[in-house]
C-alpha cells in the first residue's frame, strides 16, 4: 500500500473524557486536531444518540461551542461530563430522509478550483490527514470487474450527477427515465480509455440498488464497473464559504489512490455535480450541473453527458492530468469544436 499523504503525520496527544449516559459511565479518547464534530460522532458510536439529539452538560460554561471548534483549544482534557439523549434504532432508512447526511441534499456548495491556498490548507490539515489514514485502513474494496493496466481513473458521483434521486426514490419516475439522458453511451464512449468507480454519498445498500434498476451492473452494455464506494469512505472536513464555518463531507481520492498506486492525481478525474466533493482535490475534480427534475422536456433535452464524453475521451491522451483546468472543460470543448 502506497505511503497515505506526503506529509508526515505529526503524533498527537490524546485528550481522554469520562461521560454518563442511561446510567453508565463511558470513556472517550480525541485528539487535539479533533473538533467537536467528532466528539458528537464519537457520542454517537459509543450510544446511537445521533447528534441532533444530544445534550452534553458539563463539558464547558454554557453553551456547547459549534461543530468546528478544535478540542486542543477547549481545555477539556480529563473533564467529566453528562449525555442526555434518546438512541436512534437501526432501521434502514431513505437516504432522502436521514437527518445527519446533509451532503445528498443541501445544495450549498463550495469551490477551491481558484484557491489554491485554501486547498492546501484543507489538504495538509492534521486531522484531515489523519481521517484520510483512517478511512484508508478501514476501507475493504470489493473489486466488481478487474482493473486494466495503462487506463486513466474517473471517479463518478450517482446523485443529481447521473441520476435525478429524488423520483426514483419515491417511485414518482421508472428507473430508465430517472436517468440522466446518455448515461449509458457516454460510460461507453469513455470505458475504452479509462477504469470506472461509483462513489455515491449514501448507503450501500440504497446504492446497490440504484446501480441494479439503471442497468448499470448486471447488463450487457459495452463498459464494466470496476468498484463502487458509498458514503463510509467519506468524512466531514471544516471549511468556510463566504466567510463562514462550513461542515461538509468529502470525498478524498488519496484513499483511492492509497489502494491503488496505479493511480494518481497525474491519471484521475472526478466527476460530481458538488464541487465540495472534492475539496481536497479541486484540480482533479470536473463539476458538471445537476440534473433535476427528469419529467421535464429541459431535462430531456439535457447534453451535459454527451460533451464530457467528448472531453474525456480528448484529454485521455494526455500524460498528466495535473497540466489541465477542468473548470474551463466547457471552454476547451468549444475551442476543439471550432479548431
Same mark, same amino acid.
Given at each position: 500500500?502506497?505511503?497515505?499523504?506526503?506529509?508526515?503525520?505529526?503524533?498527537?496527544?490524546?485528550?481522554?473524557?469520562?461521560?454518563?449516559?442511561?446510567?453508565?459511565?463511558?470513556?472517550?479518547?480525541?485528539?487535539?486536531?479533533?473538533?467537536?464534530?467528532?466528539?458528537?460522532?464519537?457520542?454517537?458510536?459509543?450510544?446511537?444518540?445521533?447528534?441532533?439529539?444530544?445534550?452534553?452538560?458539563? $463539558?464547558?460554561? &454554557?453553551? =456547547? *461551542? @459549534?461543530?468546528?471548534?478544535?478540542?486542543?483549544? +477547549?481545555?477539556?482534557?480529563?473533564?467529566s461530563?453528562?449525555l442526555?439523549?434518546?438512541?436512534?434504532?437501526?432501521?434502514?432508512?431513505?437516504?432522502?430522509?436521514?437527518?445527519?447526511?446533509p451532503?445528498?441534499?443541501?445544495?450549498?456548495?463550495?469551490?477551491?478550483?481558484?484557491?489554491?491556498?485554501?486547498?492546501?490548507?484543507?489538504?495538509?490539515?492534521?486531522?484531515?490527514?489523519?481521517?484520510?489514514?483512517?478511512?484508508?485502513?478501514?476501507?475493504?474494496?470489493?473489486?466488481?470487474?478487474?482493473?486494466?493496466?495503462?487506463?486513466?481513473?474517473?471517479?463518478?458521483?450517482?446523485?443529481?450527477?447521473?441520476?435525478?434521486?429524488?423520483? $426514483?426514490?419515491? &417511485?414518482? =419516475? *421508472? @428507473?430508465?427515465?430517472?436517468?440522466?439522458?446518455? +448515461?449509458?453511451?457516454?460510460?461507453?464512449?469513455?470505458y475504452?480509455?479509462?477504469?470506472i468507480?461509483?462513489w455515491?454519498?449514501?448507503?450501500?445498500?440504497?446504492?446497490?440498488?440504484?446501480?441494479?434498476?439503471?442497468?448499470?451492473?448486471?447488463?450487457?452494455?459495452?463498459?464494466?464497473?470496476s468498484?463502487?464506494l458509498?458514503k463510509?469512505?467519506?468524512?466531514?472536513?471544516?471549511?468556510?464559504?463566504?466567510?463562514?464555518?462550513?461542515?461538509?463531507?468529502?470525498k478524498?481520492?488519496?484513499?483511492?489512490?492509497?489502494?491503488?498506486?496505479q493511480?494518481?492525481?497525474?491519471?484521475?478525474?472526478?466527476?460530481?455535480?458538488?464541487?465540495?466533493?472534492?475539496?481536497?482535490?479541486?484540480?482533479?475534480?470536473?463539476?458538471?450541473?445537476?440534473?433535476?427534475?427528469?419529467?421535464?422536456?429541459?431535462?430531456?433535452?439535457?447534453?451535459?453527458?454527451?460533451?464530457?464524453?467528448?472531453?474525456?475521451?480528448?484529454?485521455?491522451?494526455?500524460?498528466?492530468?495535473?497540466?489541465?483546468?477542468?473548470?474551463?472543460?466547457?471552454?476547451?470543448?468549444?475551442?476543439?469544436t471550432?479548431?
Open positions: 500500500m502506497a505511503t497515505v499523504l506526503e506529509d508526515e503525520i505529526i503524533p498527537e496527544m490524546k485528550i481522554p473524557l469520562t461521560f454518563k449516559w442511561s446510567g453508565r459511565e463511558y470513556k472517550v479518547d480525541l485528539l487535539g486536531s479533533d473538533r467537536v464534530y467528532d466528539l458528537k460522532t464519537s457520542l454517537m458510536s459509543l450510544t446511537k444518540v445521533p447528534p441532533e439529539r444530544q445534550k452534553i452538560l458539563g $463539558l464547558a460554561k &454554557g453553551k =456547547l *461551542p @459549534p461543530d468546528q471548534e478544535r478540542i486542543a483549544d +477547549l481545555r477539556i482534557a480529563g473533564k461530563f453528562t442526555i439523549g434518546t438512541p436512534e434504532g437501526d432501521e434502514i432508512k431513505d437516504p432522502s430522509k436521514l437527518e445527519f447526511l451532503d445528498v441534499v443541501n445544495d450549498l456548495d463550495v469551490d477551491f478550483t481558484d484557491n489554491p491556498a485554501a486547498a492546501a490548507t484543507y489538504k495538509n490539515d492534521q486531522r484531515n490527514i489523519r481521517k484520510v489514514k483512517e478511512a484508508t485502513e478501514k476501507l475493504q474494496i470489493n473489486i466488481i470487474h478487474p482493473l486494466r493496466d495503462g487506463k486513466r481513473l474517473l471517479v463518478l458521483d450517482i446523485d443529481y450527477t447521473i441520476l435525478d434521486t429524488k423520483p $426514483l426514490t419515491s &417511485g414518482s =419516475l *421508472p @428507473p430508465a427515465e430517472c436517468a440522466r439522458p446518455g +448515461l449509458h453511451e457516454f460510460l461507453e464512449a469513455i475504452p480509455y479509462y477504469d468507480c461509483i455515491s454519498q449514501t448507503s450501500w445498500i440504497w446504492l446497490e440498488a440504484k446501480l441494479v434498476e439503471l442497468g448499470m451492473v448486471g447488463s450487457t452494455r459495452n463498459y464494466q464497473i468498484f463502487v458509498d463510509t469512505c467519506m468524512f466531514t472536513v471544516f471549511t468556510e464559504r463566504n466567510g463562514q464555518p462550513y461542515a461538509h463531507h468529502v478524498a481520492l488519496q484513499i483511492i489512490w492509497n489502494h491503488f498506486p493511480f494518481s492525481a497525474k491519471n484521475t478525474i472526478h466527476v460530481d455535480d458538488l464541487s465540495r466533493n472534492f475539496a481536497l482535490n479541486p484540480n482533479e475534480g470536473l463539476k458538471i450541473h445537476a440534473f433535476k427534475n427528469a419529467h421535464s422536456e429541459q431535462a430531456q433535452a439535457d447534453r451535459e453527458l454527451h460533451k464530457l464524453s467528448r472531453y474525456m475521451v480528448h484529454i485521455a491522451a494526455i500524460e498528466d492530468f495535473r497540466t489541465l483546468r477542468h473548470k474551463a472543460w466547457k471552454h476547451e470543448l468549444r475551442r476543439l471550432q479548431s
